[in-house]
């Protein structure tokens, strides 16, 4: 079973910073396009960045020159770097990886729980 697991949400100060990470465990998968999608209150989720196994990103102009997707393919982890936090950041972060398990040829878009980042003074 693969699962997807993100951490390092929290509560931030409005030109602040903050680290999302996403970690995808199992066995006998491959990631192609990992991504960071949000979703604040009242609100539908939106993609905020991708970065596909070559290291190619993608980014929601809002988000621009703010934030940084990477990832470590050999750690199957995926990663947000978002300096210069604003009220409106405020959101639940989920991660998102399309995976394929080795005995199939499908790809299959696996979500995880979602962080909480709230950015306020």
């Known amino acids: 079973q693969v699962q997807l697991v993100e951490s390092g949400g929290g509560l931030a100060q409005p030109g602040g910073s903050l680290r999302l990470s996403c970690v995808a465990s199992g066995s006998g998968f491959n990631i192609n396009v990992m991504a960071w999608y949000r979703q604040a209150p009242g609100k539908q989720r939106e993609l905020v960045a991708s970065?596909?196994?070559?290291?190619?990103?993608n980014y929601a102009d809002s988000v621009k020159g703010r934030f940084t997707i990477s990832r470590d393919n050999a750690k199957n982890t995926v990663y947000l770097q978002m300096n210069s936090l604003k009220p409106e950041d405020t959101a639940v972060f989920y991660c998102?990886?399309?995976?394929?398990?080795?005995?199939?040829?499908?790809?299959?878009?696996?979500w995880g729980q979602g962080t909480q980042v709230t950015v306020a003074s």
């Open positions: 970065i596909d196994r070559g290291g190619s990103t």
């Open positions: 998102k990886g399309t995976i394929r398990r080795y005995y199939s040829s499908v790809w299959y878009d696996y």
